[in-house]
């Protein structure tokens, strides 16, 4: 009699696990490369802490605040969008925004990697928290490219551009299978 009643309501439900991959908005493929983002992001912002001293610290800095800004930020998407939290935000433009945040870390691990390689004094820290900067800035770069080979660009559906309104741009090109109404000049009595 107990089984009955409590049977149906502690089945298992699938729908409810923590982590959704594959999910609508990030496959496997993604996710692992999500994570290759958190990670280099994370142990070139490690190596650049470690750095004892500086002779001009501005690019150290400006490194210092793309790594930290990308590892957070990246962990946080990669949880958004691997479990159901996503659902909770009121941001409807999941994919807009993992595309525009992704090409622009990727551009600023760029700039940085490049602004800092040039300009440390050459310990094997710096050099390392630079390798660490390039093998961030490559994985983005794949992220991008695996986002444009499943899904192509996010503002862009079958080829064609979305209004602003949400609804696809579309020019009916069939034709008119009804005829008009005779004009009074055409009826012949």
């Known amino acids: 009699m107990a089984t009955e009643v409590y049977s149906s309501t502690t ?17 496997k493929m993604r996710f692992l490369v999500k994570l290759m983002e958190v990670l280099f992001s994370f142990v070139a912002f490690i190596l650049e802490e470690v ?3 500086c002779v001009s610290c ?12 990308a590892f957070l930020f990246t962990l946080l998407l990669l ?3 691997s479990t159901n939290l996503h659902t909770r935000v009121s941001i409807t433009c999941w994919p807009s925004l993992d595309f525009g945040y992704t090409a622009s870390i990727a551009l600023l691990f760029f700039v940085s990697s490049v602004i800092f390689a040039s300009d440390n004094t050459g310990t094997t820290l710096e050099r390392s928290a630079v390798a660490f900067g390039f093998m961030a800035m490559s994985a983005f770069i794949v992220d991008l ?4 080979k499943t899904r192509g660009f996010p503002w862009q559906k ?3 551009l979305e209004s602003s309104n949400g609804g696809p741009m579309t020019v009916e090109a069939q034709p008119e299978t009804e005829k008009l109404a005779p004009t009074p000049s055409s009826v012949t009595e």
């Open 51 to 53: 750095v004892n001293s």
């Open 11 to 27: 089945a298992p439900n699938p729908k409810s696990s923590l982590c959704m991959v594959p999910s609508e908005h990030l496959d």
């Open 58 to 69: 501005t690019a150290l800095y400006f490194f210092e605040f793309v790594s930290c800004t």
């Open 158 to 160: 079958d080829g064609r």
């Open 79 to 81: 949880i958004l969008l």
């Open 145 to 148: 490219v695996l986002f444009f």
